[in-house]
């Protein structure tokens, strides 16, 4: 489906990644929508006219914590099914398996990956 | 006791000490000092506990006197194992007369059971050539442990809290140079290019910091599987085939087609053979040939790297596996290392159960031999992996 503009649904505390992550998608030609907290994230999911291809996560989070965010994703039927790639920079196994117990299709170190190669990785979940 | 009768000492005004007052002097000696002191006889049977030593081990100054040490006063290694009557260094030092000591591996057990991790030095006491018992000093070490702990941990905390900047860091440099903001010219271009290699190094030297933090905190995850080198090394030769091609380097892998598996860490052990291809590669010249051969010898298997490359000047071949170590001949031609490849490659060998060894001659080239048992690694329950 190279053709279809995609929207990612991006959740990252850190106002400058965030940032970096819009504008790169953005150049990629997808749809962004930015939040920089777990709260805000699932007031867009509730009130999403379109759900989004693909959700990008961020592990800590200021107001909780991917696992838990993941959680209320995972138990939602509607939500369930957006594939989410973790890109964090703590990635302890525990974490890792959970997550992907959890339904991540994807667990990435931030400072390990450039943003082009991050970007096709999302791509490749939708 | 030699601490008495060997020393001829005097008062000031040439008088000698009368033999009652050295005895009361030696005795506010070994009161007073703050380790613990335990004098044995020949046959490793206690003849005076200080009150050092009481107070720690939780023990009867005057109860214990005549009983044997090693029953009275057992020690336990690392993992909580009581250590055999045989493999504890008094008889070694009562045998052959050599002092013995013992830096952080052991603890020793109280009369409660509890126990505390101790610093331990046993020497020999010698009289007219014959051992007559020996001397153990020891301290109680939990509170330098602590401290240890803390700054592992630190560590652990602050290369977690710097990735947070290098990740944006990186990632604009990486939309500048792509020209994502706008055109750059041929010499911002060039900074830019700067700016963006230190960034990776500084992102490598903080995970190489994480992960010695981690095996040195003891809290990494080992979790041996039946590994085949020969393939494991083939996989990382993969992940540096663009470092070796861009030098024209040749590499030339060799092991036996019946290599067998062996049960290690495949993680771990990945870990080590990347970081010494990299050194290979990294300080050899272009167009010069590394050369990797894996094979069995006896109960071990022998991997071993050589290069044709810069080597190591012999006068600092004893720090190479020192923390930030760099060659001298090597630190202004080699602009990205961290000096801590080899300290970590060391230490997973070590917590692997295995040997790393080396040769090298500057101008020559450099050798790496590892050897790992085919009886494997044991598992180890933790909370981290290595490059998480």
């Avoid at chain 2, 052959?96 to 009369?111: D, E, K, L």
């Avoid at chain 2, 290369?159 to 055109?183: C, K, V, Y």
């Avoid at chain 2, 750059?184 to 995970?207: C, G, H, P, Y």
Wanted: hydrophobic share 40%; net charge positive.
């Amino acid at each position: 489906m190279a053709n279809k503009k995609l929207t990612i649904l991006v959740i990252e505390d850190e106002v400058l990644l965030l940032e970096a992550i819009s504008k790169k998608l953005k150049i990629n030609n997808c749809d962004v929508v930015s939040c920089s907290s777990g709260e805000q994230a699932l007031d867009y999911l509730k009130n999403l006219s379109r759900k989004p291809n693909a959700i990008w996560l961020d592990y800590y989070l200021g107001d909780s914590n991917g696992i838990e965010l993941m959680q209320k994703i995972h138990e939602n039927k509607t939500w369930s099914s957006i594939p989410v790639l973790v890109v964090s920079n703590s990635a302890s196994p525990e974490k890792v398996h959970k997550m992907l117990d959890l339904g991540v299709k994807k667990y990435l170190i931030k400072a390990e990956h450039r943003l082009d190669d991050l970007v096709n990785e999302i791509k490749d979940i939708t | 006791m030699p601490l008495i009768t060997q020393t001829q000492n005097s008062q000031p005004h040439g008088k000698p000490i009368e033999l009652k007052q050295k005895l009361a002097i030696d005795e506010a000696i070994i009161s007073s000092v703050g380790d613990g002191l335990i004098v044995t006889d020949k046959e490793g049977r206690i003849l005076l506990m200080n009150p050092a030593a009481t107070r720690m081990l939780k023990q009867d100054a005057k109860a214990v006197v005549g009983k044997d040490l090693i029953d009275t006063v057992p020690a336990a290694d690392k993992n909580g194992k009581i250590v055999p009557k045989e493999n504890r260094p008094l008889r070694t030092v009562l045998a052959t007369g050599q002092s013995f000591t013992n830096h952080a591996a052991n603890f020793y057990v109280r009369s409660d059971k509890s126990k505390f991790p101790a610093a331990i030095t046993t020497s020999p006491i010698i009289l007219n050539k014959e051992i007559i018992g020996s001397i153990i000093t020891f301290r109680d070490i939990t509170h330098e442990k602590e401290v240890d702990r803390m700054k592992t941990e630190f560590i652990s905390l602050a290369s977690h809290q710097l990735r947070t900047p290098l990740s944006a860091i990186r990632w604009f440099l990486e939309m500048l140079i792509n020209g994502d903001a706008g055109p750059v010219n041929k010499e911002q271009a060039k900074f830019l290019k700067n700016v963006n290699d230190s960034t990776l190094r500084m992102i490598t030297l903080v995970n190489d910091l994480l992960n010695i933090s981690r095996i040195e905190s003891g809290r990494i995850i080992i979790e041996p599987k039946p590994t085949h080198l020969g393939k494991l090394i083939e996989e990382v030769l993969e992940e540096v085939r663009l470092k070796y091609k861009s030098k024209n380097q040749k590499v030339v892998v060799s092991y036996h087609p019946n290599l067998p598996d062996i049960n290690v860490d495949p993680n771990l052990t990945r870990a080590v053979y990347l970081n010494l291809l990299n050194n290979a590669i990294k300080y050899s010249p272009e167009g010069s040939e590394i050369t990797i051969i894996i094979s069995k010898k006896g109960n071990e298997i022998i991997s071993q790297i050589s290069d044709n490359g810069f080597g190591i000047p012999k006068k600092e071949q004893y720090r190479v596996f020192q923390k930030f170590y760099r060659g001298s001949n090597i630190v202004k031609k080699v602009l990205d290392g961290t000096g801590l490849g080899l300290y970590l490659v060391k230490s997973i060998i070590e917590s692997s159960s295995g040997k790393i060894w080396f040769e090298s001659e500057e101008g020559k080239g450099t050798t790496f031999w590892i050897s790992l048992p085919t009886s494997g690694t044991a598992a180890k329950k933790g909370e981290v992996s290595i490059n998480s």
